[in-house]
């Protein structure tokens, strides 16, 4: 599992913006403002100011109004806060029962809160329980 917490810290929106990105780069291979400003429904300012601060730190590279890559730093961060979502999700879903929509929404809230020793134990439990 990616340690999330290994580069710089970002704010749960500025993860947002990275996780979409790696998610649009996997779909299309180019990334563009106004596709990411379209996944999160937020205005094309927003996501220049964004990606102003995920360039500073070194997570995504944007040559003047060019396609957005991220960084191989940037790649492993994104990799990370998906990871989470993925497993915060599906124990919403597969161990609680919460409603796919419900949990779409609350596994992105927790993905930004969660430390890296309660997830590790999170996942270790579910694999514990898949295995018995």
């Known amino acids: 599992m990616a340690d999330k917490m290994e580069g710089p810290k970002l704010t749960s929106a500025n993860e947002d913006y990275l996780e979409a990105i790696y998610e649009l780069g996997r779909e299309t291979g180019a990334v563009r403002s106004v596709d ?30 060019g396609d957005i890559t991220l960084t191989e730093e940037g790649r492993r961060y994104a990799a990370g806060v998906l990871e989470r979502h993925h497993v915060l999700y599906h124990f919403l879903i597969d161990v609680l029962g919460v409603e796919p929509k419900i949990a779409v929404e609350e596994a992105c809230m927790m993905e930004h809160a969660i430390s890296d020793d309660t997830l590790r134990r999170l996942t270790d439990h579910l694999k514990e329980q898949v295995a018995v």
């Not at 990411?36 to 109004?65: F, M, R, T």
């Open 36 to 65: 990411l400003a379209a996944k999160l429904d937020v205005s094309k300012a927003s996501v220049n100011n964004a990606l102003k601060n995920l360039k500073s730190v070194g997570l995504i590279e944007q040559p003047h109004y």
